[in-house]
């Protein structure tokens, strides 16, 4: 039976349906952000940049640039070591042989937990009475380098990345493991042969040959970034005060707890033109310095 | 077509009808009630337990489709509800809290009056002039509250006040003066437990701190933006207050919830904390013993004692599918049996006035009752009662952050600020409705 324009057409109708469903709600979100709609029951009245000017301006300022601030500070300081402690783990899986196959999984379980259940674990051994961070620091004479961590509002969101940066690693490590995988042998026997250690091997040849891999690992540990909600819900709902706010908790507290719809999508709205801005020129960079 | 293609076809044909037919059947057979509610810690849903089994006693042919939805004061389920209502596929009833919280429902017309069930319960009588208050918005009741936790208890750790001679404190002065001894004599003893990571906590601590500085009615005025926080004194002595508290105060306490710091308490590595009664059932459950291990005082006793109180709430969704089974679920709820045997599990008090005070197996709760009918009671700023739920966002963080740099200049600027834009006096009108 021959395929004709008809039957793209109806196989590409789920898609188009998604797409479009997706769009909408964008597009929805962009309405109700330029709305004053404050309470449960929808509001249509229209507010201009109202909201923004609220956001940017207004009496919510600080808690905005508090929020915008910290997610730069994850993207500063949650990227770089997920990402190379992720290489480093993938290569030295690949370096291990046979045990790699006992000690992947041990290093990807922690993907496979929720962030629900990883927010807990860490709250805990970030106590500082009880956690084990504490205590392992005084057990072995380091006390006075034990912390109140999560309580103390300057290293609190430090504390927060620490956990995803478990967490995340994983992630990054199975996608560098397969980049390394996927290089011809050849290359790692040439530069046996060359007398190469292992570092150099890592330095001069695994290095170069990941770039594709970096690329997709930093692009979606950014979208993390961005989109980090459940460990601060979890951890530390964004105290001590406000010091670990995210623009996605601030956004959830705006729209659901004090039912500032609009202004919730004004956040929202925030977020996406953040998305927007810090991806696609990072991935066209990359696109163009792989091409080269 | 063979014989056997035609038996087929009549099976197929059969099958489809029962298939399609049989839940109309059913559903026309068997009233249901779909409610949504937050009760989901263990004492909890026995207690939630308790209510339904009285429900289904008195309703045989009606069955409970229940939805518990897992959340402290409600915060998860008003997610999930946002969702339903304004789709308009509301369940047949859902829990609230009586007041500010209750009003939310009420502004976006999801709820329906109760005045039928209010009426033929003879609520008016049965139920203390507050409640009715605190249910009524537009002219109407718009809610059947059952229950009543007291959020001003101060409990103490029995043999550590003994040990060093303490009473426990009738106003917040004598509760720093209490917390400067245990200091100096017990160094390594925490004088006031408190957890602040989910926040809230710190809110139940300012709570009695208002009303030992500036009564009930500073109190009633501050959460219904009925002062003018910058001129006048209330707050900001209230404020100056709570920074003498911040010494005495557990030193970790950003990592820690209110639930952490119970046990330590019990245990003497803490003096005293400030929380509602639900903390008892906490205790008792961890096997610290009223009286031996832990006590507790309504607190403050000056100005003026009073029941600072939480009230858990049903309603009735505005075009629920099964109407009758909503009013024969909040009639229910009136019961002064069903209350007081619920309550005992639950760890709150009877509103109705019908339950004695003896219905209580413990000290705390029988005092709760006490206060309940003969002091003051006046509706708790916590999870939007008294103030609206959005203030009570950002009022938590203000105090959360109070505490790391206390400047009250500060606090005064974001609470004038935050009232503002959460429209706390224009949404408070209802209160101060004659």
């Known amino acids: 039976m021959a395929y004709t324009r008809a039957h793209a057409l109806l196989f590409l109708a789920p898609l188009l349906l998604i797409v479009l469903l997706m769009y909408g709600m964008m597009a929805w979100t962009v309405a109700v952000s330029m709305d004053d709609w404050v309470g449960m029951a929808p509001v249509w009245k229209f507010h201009g940049l109202g909201n923004f000017r609220t956001l940017l301006g207004g009496a919510l300022r ?13 993207l500063v300081v949650f990227i770089a070591p997920t990402a190379s402690l992720g290489l480093f783990l993938a290569y030295g899986l690949d370096l291990v042989g046979r045990a790699e196959r006992v000690l992947r999984p041990l290093f990807l379980y922690p993907i496979a937990l929720s962030f629900v259940v990883t927010g807990t674990l860490w709250a805990w051994m970030y106590d500082p009475d009880a956690g084990v961070i504490n205590n392992l620091l005084r057990m072995i004479g380091l006390g006075r380098w034990a912390q109140p961590w999560i309580a103390d509002p300057g290293l609190a969101t430090f504390c927060l990345i620490g956990a995803a940066v478990w967490q995340y690693t994983g992630f990054a490590m199975t996608l560098y493991l397969a980049a390394i995988r996927d290089m011809p042998r050849e290359i790692f026997e040439a530069a046996r042969v060359d007398g190469a250690s292992d570092v150099q091997t890592f330095r001069h040849v695994v290095i170069p040959n990941v770039g594709h891999a970096t690329m997709i690992v930093v692009a979606m540990l950014i979208l993390v970034t961005l989109k980090v909600f459940d460990l601060v819900w979890v951890m530390t709902f964004g105290g001590p005060g406000i010091s670990t706010e ?10 659901f707890r004090q039912q500032f719809i609009g202004i919730g999508a004004a956040i929202s709205v925030l977020i996406l033109i953040l998305a927007v801005a810090v991806v696609v020129p990072y991935a066209w960079w990359s696109m163009r310095r792989l091409q080269a | 077509m063979t014989v056997r293609h035609v038996r087929m076809r009549w099976l197929v044909i059969t099958l489809a009808a029962l298939l399609i037919t049989t839940p109309a059947l059913y559903a026309a057979d068997q009233q249901q009630l779909l409610i949504y509610h937050w009760w989901t810690a263990g004492g909890e849903r026995q207690a939630m337990q308790v209510i339904f089994d009285w429900f289904t006693k008195k309703n045989p042919n009606t069955k409970i489709v229940d939805n518990p939805v897992a959340g402290g004061g409600g915060i998860t389920l008003k997610t999930v509800l946002l969702g339903m209502l304004a789709a308009k596929i509301p369940p047949d009833t859902f829990q609230s809290l009586s007041g500010a919280e209750l009003k939310q429902y009420v502004d976006g017309n999801y709820v329906a009056p109760v005045d039928d069930v209010w009426k033929a319960q003879n609520l008016d009588a049965n139920y203390p002039t507050v409640i009715g208050k605190m249910t009524t918005f537009k002219g109407s009741h718009y809610g059947i509250p059952m229950n009543a936790h007291r959020a001003n208890w101060l409990f103490y750790n029995t043999k550590l006040f003994n040990e060093l001679k303490l009473t426990p404190p009738t106003t917040v002065d004598e509760m720093i003066a209490a917390a400067k001894r245990i200091k100096s004599s017990k160094p390594n003893v925490a004088p006031i437990a408190i957890g602040t990571r989910e926040k ?3 809110v139940f601590l300012f709570d009695v701190t208002l009303l030992s500085t500036g009564g009930p009615d500073a109190y009633e005025k501050f959460y219904t933006g009925q002062l003018n926080v910058k001129t006048a004194p209330e707050v900001r002595t209230a404020l100056q207050k709570f920074k003498e508290l911040i010494p005495y105060l557990y030193q970790f306490h950003g990592a820690k919830t209110w639930s952490d710091i119970a046990g330590p308490m019990a245990e003497g590595q803490m003096g005293m904390m400030v929380i509602g009664d639900f903390a008892a059932g906490l205790l008792v459950q961890a096997g610290y013993k009223e009286g031996v291990d832990w006590d507790a005082v309504g607190f403050p006793k000056k100005p003026q004692e009073v029941f600072l109180m ?7 969704p505005a075009g629920a599918k099964h109407p009758e089974a909503t009013t024969a679920w909040l009639t229910n709820l009136t019961d002064p049996k069903v209350q007081g045997e619920f309550n005992i ?8 006035k019908a339950v004695p005070d003896t219905t209580y197996p413990d000290r705390l709760h029988q005092e709760a009752s006490r206060t309940f009918k003969s002091k003051r009671i006046v509706p708790s700023s916590i999870h939007g009662v008294l103030a609206p739920p959005a203030f009570l966002s950002d009022w938590q963080d203000i105090l959360t952050r109070f505490l790391y740099s206390p400047d009250v200049n500060r606090a005064l600027d974001e609470i004038t600020s935050a009232m503002d834009l959460d429209k706390v006096s ?3 009108g209802w209160y101060w409705a004659k």
């Open chain 1, 62 to 74: 600080e808690r905005l640039f508090t929020s915008l601030r910290n997610n730069l500070i994850w």
């Open chain 1, 246 to 255: 995210v623009l996605p908790f601030f956004m959830f507290v705006a729209t």
């Open chain 2, 200 to 202: 809230w906590p710190a």
């Open chain 2, 310 to 316: 939480i009230v858990d709430t049903f309603v009735r």
């Open chain 2, 345 to 352: 599990i639950k760890g709150s008090i009877a509103i109705h």
């Open chain 2, 426 to 428: 224009e949404s408070s």
